[in-house]
């Protein structure tokens, strides 16, 4: 028995697929290269995801262009007395803080603004260390990519922000709140991060590592 | 405590020559590093990590069958509560407002823009989580009695394991906290029943979520297909 507490490469290990053999992703079975579908949970069986970073790619781009106009556009139009209000992402938090919600301020300016710009940066700089064979630490890296899987869905909570006062505030002349459009382009955005991240092969991350250590 | 998995000879051959022609069950690859390991089960209440990545593989949890049921039927009914009940009630100058979690997702169809929104918020907050549930219960119920898989058990369990990143039950209690700070000043809010509901959802969600091993739920499915 060995701790595994700081696990750090040791001997290069034996990979499913140096052996000739492909591991699911789903289940962790190891099949003969070549098997189409997994013997064991009947998934899709691949050595390593065909096209993984093109996928990737292909995704973080439509996210990131409908992060632009959710910025840009409304995301919550606020009617009082006659008065109308739009206000976008940022203006919600600038809102907040003039309330003196600091705290709910904080939690809205993490999960719609500091989580997306820094999920986009994660994902594009491991896609880049894949293709570019990188020297950053491969722990590093993994680090990176499960915590980009793991916060990744917790963007959406900001339009689920917006669906609870349009729902609530129904007063008619007195307030209401509608939702704007910049709701859609933003739970787009999140929708399509998150499966640019699951396109990802982690085991693509891997292989960079131990080729550069052969260089 | 924590283990290191067993790991097969740095031989290619032999591992190659173990795993000739059909699966081999004893040995496993690391989803994220594509280390092989030979399946070793934890000593009780312990996991196993990856020798390569330190990826935790299989965990051994008494009893993780009964919890991941016990959590998957609570939430789907702890989900019915909070759809039928209102989650919040709120007065601003004498009008009362209640609202259920419907009606959230409801909130953006009344733009023709934005109603594709509203099914995918419902499909979020409130299908998928039960959909999830259901197939948990689906695969693990039959198992847990000694019957044999259930038809299309398989497909059942990869569906749950899939959607587990869109059940966003979770996520939406925490809207609901951040909508309340924001218009607290100028409403007086009540919390329904469902509010409560969809919490203790959250925290089903959340201790059904490290209970369950998957390895060994596929192996014990695999074997009742095979007999």
Redesign the interface.
Known sequence: MVAMADARPQAPALTARAAGLAGCRACGLVSQRGTPSCPRCGGALHSREPQSLQRVWAWLLVGLICYVPANLLPMMITSAAGKTYRSNILGGVIDLVHHGALGVAAVVFVASIVIPVSKFGVIAMLAISVQRRSRIPVHARIHLYHAVEFIGRWSMVDVFVVAILAALVRMGFFASIDPGPAAIFFALSVAFTMISAQAMDPRLIWDSASDADHD | M???AA??G?S?DA??AR???????A??????????HRAAEPPPGGRL??????EV?MTNRPSAMDRTLAGAFASIVMMAGAVFFPF?E?S??G?E?R?SVV??????S??S??A??AV??GL??IVIPLIRGGALVYTVLPMRLGLPAAPGA??A??LA?RLK??S?AE??I???V??L???A???SIHLGPAFWAMACLVLLVVLEGTSIC??SL??T??RKRRR
Do not use: Y
């Not at chain 2, 990590?49 to 330190?54: A, E, M």
């Open positions: 924590r283990t290191a790991h097969p740095s290619p591992a190659a795993g000739g022609g059909h699966a081999d069950d040995l496993f690859a690391c989803p994220i590093c594509d280390a092989l990590r990856c020798r390569r990545c330190g593989l919040l709120m601003i100058l009008i407002r609202v009606d959230a997702a409801l909130a953006f009344a733009s823009l934005l594709p929104l995918a918020v979020l907050i398989r497909e369990f990869r394991t990143p869109w966003m996520i939406f925490i809207g609901v951040v909508a700070v924001k218009i000043g100028m409403a998957e390895w596929w192996q499915l695999d």
